[in-house]
């Protein structure tokens, strides 16, 4: 037995609708709020700023909200040299942010550990948290960060968000107030 | 009066115990022969000669030589705008010598830095931590035996390091090579 609904709406107020999933909506609102947490710890972080100013203007794509807090911002920016004194301070204040997170290492330091193949360095910061995007440069152009982001929504995007929140187990990994080498290690485990 | 005139005024105190004021490029150094009268020497140049800035200390591996330590201490008076340089040797057994911070305040970090990369101490010292790598850091990271890549280490909690993977590095040009060649970064060692 066939059934029939009627929807109702006005079409001279509302001219288009829109039929989408779930998934992709949500993941749009997602892809224009990405609060970025500027982790500027060395000159890269000047670049940043010079992204977040008007001239590149962060806020075209939706970032401008800077956050200084780890619970409200949605993507880590590793601007600049980590160093094996910062990293562990890095690991806690990524462990803070809230799922959905992720990372950008802006940089040739925070990438690779750079020009400092030293005692002090952390060689990337892929060592210790999951890096989604690299941007080459030594500082990289504020362009090259802001192709990182878009390219990041473009990711951000593709997840399978509703899966990912059906998925049982811990939302986020083991860890106390400070981190053994062990459990920081996360390159060569995985 | 000039950076010699003080320096000789200096000696002229302390006599043997201070060498021969040496000039090279207008700066003045003198050479002290016992660290244990640093602080002495110090709060006379201070008190008497009007040098009351402290610039810097810093120190110089000598490896492989006795003393191995050198510490320099670069004074300076804001009042006769003269600067001065002070030398002293320590050697490895002792690594130890009297404090300054009696004399300048900002001794005191200097001290420090000098205790957390060669691992000098300082007697009297009021503070003596490590001030760039943290408190439990194994090693002194600026003498000339600590490879560049660091060394692994661990304190629970803290930090941790691993070895720079540096391919067979450092490399390292000469300046003064004949051509390009001979110029180029490459790794030296004492054997080739």
């Known amino acids: ?190 | 009066m000039s950076a010699l005139d003080l320096a000789k005024k200096l000696r002229g105190e302390f006599g043997e115990l201070l060498s021969e004021p040496s000039v090279f490029r207008d700066e003045v150094t003198l050479t002290l022969a016992d660290p244990e009268r640093i602080g002495e020497v110090c709060g006379l140049a201070k008190k008497e000669l009007g040098f009351d800035f402290l610039l810097d200390i810093t120190s110089i591996d000598n490896y492989g030589e006795d003393p191995r330590w050198t510490i320099v201490y670069e004074l300076y008076g804001l009042g006769h705008k003269c600067h001065l340089r002070l030398k002293t040797g320590v050697s490895e057994e002792k690594s130890e010598l009297p404090t300054v911070t009696g004399v300048w305040r900002t001794a005191e970090w200097h001290e420090r830095e000098i205790y957390d990369m060669m691992g000098v101490r300082f007697r009297g010292h009021p503070d003596l931590r490590r001030i760039i790598m943290w408190e439990g850091y194994p090693y002194f990271p600026l003498r000339k035996d600590f490879p560049l890549a660091g060394k692994s280490s661990e304190v629970p909690g803290v930090a941790f390091t691993s070895p720079a993977p540096i391919e067979g590095g450092p490399f390292v040009s000469l300046p003064g090579g004949k051509d390009a060649i001979e110029r180029e970064p490459r790794v030296r060692t004492p054997e080739n």
């Not at chain 1, 940089?107 to 941007?135: E, H, K, W």
């Not at chain 1, 090259?144 to 049982?168: C, F, H, S, W, Y």
Request: proline fraction near 6%.
């Open chain 1, 1 to 190: 037995m066939q059934q029939t609904t009627a929807i109702g709406y006005d079409s001279r107020l509302e001219t288009d609708v829109v039929c989408t999933r779930l998934d992709t909506a949500l993941n749009w609102f997602r892809q224009h709020s990405l609060w970025p947490m500027p982790m500027g710890l060395a000159c890269c972080a000047i670049e940043l700023m010079g992204t977040g100013a008007s001239r590149f203007d962060i806020s075209r794509f939706g970032m401008e909200v800077m956050r200084f807090s780890p619970r409200q911002s949605d993507v880590m920016i590793v601007a600049g040299t980590v160093t094996y004194k910062m990293a562990t301070v890095v690991k806690r204040l990524y462990d803070q942010m809230a799922e959905p997170k992720w990372v950008i290492a802006m940089g040739a330091c925070a990438s690779t550990g750079g020009m400092y193949r030293s005692y002090s360095v952390l060689q990337g910061v892929d060592n210790i948290i999951p890096v989604d995007f690299y941007v080459a440069g030594c500082p990289p152009r504020p362009e090259a960060l802001l192709d990182a982001l878009m390219k990041l929504q473009k990711k951000v995007l593709r997840e399978p968000l509703i899966a990912t929140l059906k998925k049982p187990g811990p939302a986020l990994p083991a860890g106390g107030r400070g981190y053994l080498k062990s459990e920081i290690k996360l390159k060569s485990s995985q």
